[in-house]
């Protein structure tokens, strides 16, 4: 079972909204709830990059990018970080990426991927 499982991408038009959701299966609640996680972005031929961070005070840093149009949520007991994009761009459009830095390591564990796609 992966560590990470991300879902909610999809094709969306210019000024949509879409919610992706990253769950940690294996992880239990405890460590999750002290991990600090991100959803990071790679468009074809970019290298990929941060869109929202929370470390593991709660602390949150959006890229410019993300500013005022999108909002993160964790979910401890869940164990699940969601990730709401409003006001969709064709910018916007990339391969989503979830990652954790689990409570106590300095591992870093990512997940698959979900491809958000904004077109009319």
């Known amino acids: 079972q992966a560590y990470l499982v991300e879902s909610g991408g999809g094709l969306v038009q210019p000024g949509g909204s879409l919610r992706l959701s990253c769950v940690a299966p294996?992880?239990?609640?405890?460590?999750?709830?002290?991990?600090?996680m991100g959803w990071y972005r790679q468009a074809p031929g970019k290298e990929r990059e941060l869109v929202v961070n929370?470390?593991?005070?709660?602390?949150?840093r959006f890229s410019d990018s993300a500013k005022g149009r999108f909002t993160v949520s964790k979910d401890n007991s869940k164990k699940k970080l969601h990730l709401q994009m409003n006001n969709l761009e064709p910018e916007d459009t990339a391969v989503y990426y979830c990652?954790?830095?689990?409570?106590?390591?300095?591992?870093?564990?990512w997940g698959q991927g979900t491809q958000v796609t904004v077109s009319s």
């Open positions: 929370i470390d593991n005070s709660g602390t949150v």
């Open positions: 294996r992880m239990i609640t405890s460590t999750f709830s002290g991990s600090s």
């Open positions: 990652k954790i830095r689990p409570y106590g390591s300095s591992q870093e564990y």
